[in-house]
């Protein structure tokens, strides 16, 4: 999970991978998720997004990442091999209908 103000990522936390077959998907533990919520409910650090890696080296959200993303404007960060890059997850992206790209500064 990632953290910070604005659009800034000031740190990021590592959550276990609780999906059936996490060496092709991903899903974050729900505790760890929920328990980030109510942190930044009660004044902790914003939840700005996510990032994971694709072990195939396409830093680019896949159909599946699509489908699991809620269009709610989270940043996603996925690392493909040695390239890093980030998305927004909004309604009617330009990548699968979800996803608008975002320059990494």
């Given at each position: 999970m990632l953290f910070g103000r604005?659009?800034?990522?000031?740190?990021?936390?590592?959550?276990?991978?609780?999906d059936e077959a996490p060496?092709?998907?991903f899903e974050i533990d729900p505790a760890a998720l929920f328990a980030a919520l109510?942190?930044?409910?009660g004044g902790g650090p914003k939840l700005l997004g996510y990032w994971h890696s694709h072990p195939s080296?396409?830093?680019?959200p896949s159909?599946?990442?699509?489908?699991m993303a809620a269009p709610d404007g989270?940043?996603?960060?996925i690392v493909g091999g040695d390239t890093v890059t980030a998305w927004r997850a909004v309604?009617?992206?330009a990548l699968h209908g979800r996803f608008d790209p975002v320059a990494i500064d």
């Open positions: 604005d659009s800034a990522i000031t740190s990021y936390q590592a959550v276990e991978n609780v060496d092709r998907h109510r942190a930044e409910r080296g396409d830093a680019a159909v599946t990442d699509a489908a989270k940043l996603w960060l309604e009617g992206g």
